[in-house]
């Protein structure tokens, strides 16, 4: 069992090793920004450490950086603070508050790189949620041309259909230690979010504050994700179970829990996004024609899908894995079978931990840090693993994927910040017509 779990830490660090090279030999390299986001907001990677920023980028038609722009952040027709775009023609706003604000391109103070040329749209409207940045783009273009012909319907979908798939896979890693937790112990554990939390501020705290280089802290992170997932079992879990608390009693404490650790965090970590250093404001490469992702983004999916990969062969290859499900099919038959069962769940809660402290790094690299960012997908965790069939970990996974490009495309028929309503919906229905999921089993009760 240890081996096991040993050889799935290994693996993902030795990814990671591959993902932060290549990453960071990357990360300079100017490319042009994902046509999507044009007049529309996305979720930032670049907040400063200590409060909210809207990262606004302007870049010309053909993807150079265009510096020395001046950019205004208004909120009421008032100005809230102004900016100018570095070399990689990215300004960072400082935003006071959540709130709707307009952040508007001085075309006046266009350097002699841009001459002659004009944006589509030189205020754009966007609004800012707590412990979320956003980031805008101009795209300058010579006058007279409809820089909006370029992104087609069909050139949106394949783009959503990207963001969706990578951010599926961030919540497979997270519902997929649900998952096994759920089935193992039929705990339904809302404190898991804060697992996910915990994996990215530990590893923000050993690389921006300890001073690690990334890899090592991504490290550690995952080993005090691991170790705070068996203290977790060991301290509370595992007495509560010994008494005979019963499952809503449990769940209630996870809730408990859940708000105890969420302004614990807060109170040490602050109400900021932060960013891991090194890692933001990375200008994205065109994958596929309408499809743009940041080299970083290719990687993080490529090491979530490595990982849920060898979950799966462990799963059902592994001596753990036939007695992780043995236990998830009846515990009592399984402790009867000669398994230890207790041992067993407190593998599944160090591998689960160690899967959503993956989840809360690779979520961190993609848009930002802060104490509630595992609070913020919970919801959408909640919905993978209903969606999937409870205790199922292949289910997780699957819901997950459909989660991720639900809520990605319902944006182009709905507001960006009503997207997680979609993930309800999905939640409602499927409660509706099939409870146990889709790859779950229907039970009697009673």
Do not use: C
């Not at 208004?74 to 400082?94: C, I, K, N, P, Y």
Request: overall charge neutral; cysteine-free.
């Amino acid at each position: 069992m240890r081996r096991a779990a040993t050889a799935l830490v290994a693996l993902v660090l030795a990814v990671m090793a591959v993902v932060v090279g290549s990453s960071a030999a990357t990360a300079a390299t100017p490319a042009p920004a994902p046509s999507a986001s044009e007049g529309t907001t996305a979720q930032a990677g670049g907040a400063a450490a200590g409060g909210l920023v809207i990262n606004a980028r302007v870049r010309t038609q053909e993807g150079d950086d265009v510096p020395g722009a001046t950019v205004d952040l208004l909120q009421g027709g008032a100005e809230v603070s102004t900016a100018e775009t570095d070399a990689q023609g990215t300004a960072q706003l400082q935003v006071p508050s959540p709130g709707d604000y307009v952040v508007r391109l001085d075309v006046d103070s266009l350097p002699a790189v841009a001459e002659g040329l004009e944006p589509r749209e030189a205020e754009i409207s966007t609004s800012v949620q707590e412990g979320l940045g956003r980031t805008v783009a101009f795209r300058l273009s010579e006058p007279g041309t409809d820089t909006g012909a370029a992104a087609s319907t069909g050139d949106q979908v394949l783009q959503r259909v990207a963001t969706g798939l990578r951010f599926g896979l961030v919540i497979a890693l997270g519902a997929i230690g649900l998952s096994l937790i759920f089935g193992t112990t039929g705990l339904t554990n809302f404190a898991h979010s804060e697992l996910i939390t915990f994996g990215a501020l530990s590893t923000y705290f050993f690389t921006a504050i300890a001073g690690l280089p990334f890899l090592l802290a991504a490290a550690f992170g995952l080993v005090a994700s691991a170790a705070f997932g068996y203290l977790n079992d060991r301290g509370l879990w595992q007495p509560l179970r010994r008494r005979g608390t019963g499952l809503i009693a449990m769940m209630i404490v996870s809730i408990g829990l859940s708000l105890f650790l969420r302004y614990l965090f807060l109170y040490v970590f602050g109400g900021g996004v932060r960013t891991f250093p090194g890692y933001a404001g990375q200008a994205g490469v065109q994958v596929l024609p309408g499809v743009l992702l940041r080299p970083l983004d290719l990687w993080t999916m490529g090491l979530s899908a490595v990982v849920l990969v060898v979950v799966a062969f462990a799963l059902v290859k592994t001596k753990l894995g036939k007695a992780t499900r043995a236990v998830s099919d009846n515990p009592a038959l399984a402790s009867a079978s000669g398994i230890d069962v207790d041992r067993v769940i407190r593998t599944v809660w160090i591998v689960g931990s160690a899967l959503a402290g993956l989840s809360g790094i690779v979520l961190g690299l993609q848009q930002g840090i802060s104490f509630q960012m595992g609070f913020q997908i919970l919801l959408l965790v909640f919905a993978a693993v209903t969606l999937g069939g409870l205790g199922t970990a292949f289910g997780a996974v699957l819901g997950s994927i459909i989660v991720g490009l639900f809520v990605e495309l319902s944006t182009l028929v709905i507001p960006t910040e009503l997207q997680n309503l979609g993930a309800l919906v999905i939640l409602i229905l499927i409660l509706l017509v099939r409870p146990q999921g889709i790859l779950g089993r229907a039970q009697r009760i009673g």
